[in-house]
């Protein structure tokens, strides 16, 4: 007997990618899918291959409680305010929360399925990671358990779906605005013009001169990985004109001695990730690869100059829509069901 599942905010950029990701699994038996919305888009229809038509409802707690798992890709407003009444009880609903509203809250689990699963059995709440922190652990994980990380630096080049479709949408009418000189581009999403442009600048700037969006991958790598307080990990992120699929420059300094070889073997084997290095036949990770793409994808493996025998610089390209939100938010569904911790 399969579940029923509901998608809340089915209609913007990450609750479309939830639709295909469940119609993919095989892991997650799914009888029934709801979507709810708002008053503006109950009563529209979704086309799905699996579910057929489904109708969208007006949300309701107690319609969501019906449900054996419910994603919330909506605002951390809107799941501050509802995602603790949908699951509470023993009759209440698994909910997968792809904001940021619980991911630091020390009894609610922040979940990459390949790393820290287990803590699935914890809460009926689960809180999905930040994208860019998602995309970069699927390789920084494996190499630290081969080899010890003493620090981390992070540069992110994340593309217009990290702020939605709105930002997606102001990307692209940019575009064709500024190919005509005589229009002046008047950002609305972003804090610049970004066609033909690199922005420095990706949510709130902090007391210590970083954004919010940098000390996410901070803390949240932290937290998903129990790497210690003195395991420094800095991060500069910057928007680019690309649609989709967040790019990382990744460089790791390790306790232990790194073959690069052996490194290389190390992300091969891992679940999640795709090697694609062979700099000769220029082939690396890029967006346009990434895009669409399951697993992110690790190239540019190399010894860094800068630590010498004990550091690797690699650059991972995943896409934001999908490894980074609505693909990982399926796979703790998955673990949970394996688990035992989802429940009729």
Known sequence: MGYSVAIIGGSGAVGKEIVPCLENSKDLPVDKLRIFGSSRSAGSTVATKQFG???????????????????????????????EKICEGDDGAVVIDNSSAFRYRPNIPLVVPEINGEETKKNRLIANPNCTTAIGLMAIYPLSQKFGVKRIIMSTYQAASGAGQPGMDELLEGTRQSLDRNTKLEPKVFSHPLPFNVIPHIDKFQENGYTKEEMKVTWECKKICGFPDDCPISCTAVRIPTLRAHSESIVIETVETVDVDEARTVLESAKGVKVVDDPSNSIYPMPLTATGQYDVEVGRIRKSIAFGDNGLEFFVCGDQLLRGAALNAVLIAEEMHRNGSLKH
């Not at 107690?62 to 994603?71: G, I, K, L, P, S």
Request: glycine content about 4%; proline content about 0%.
């Open 53 to 83: 038509d489904v109708k969208i409802e007006l949300f309701s707690v107690d319609a969501a409680r019906e449900c054996d798992v419910v994603f919330l890709a909506v605002s951390g407003d809107f799941s501050l305010e509802h995602a």
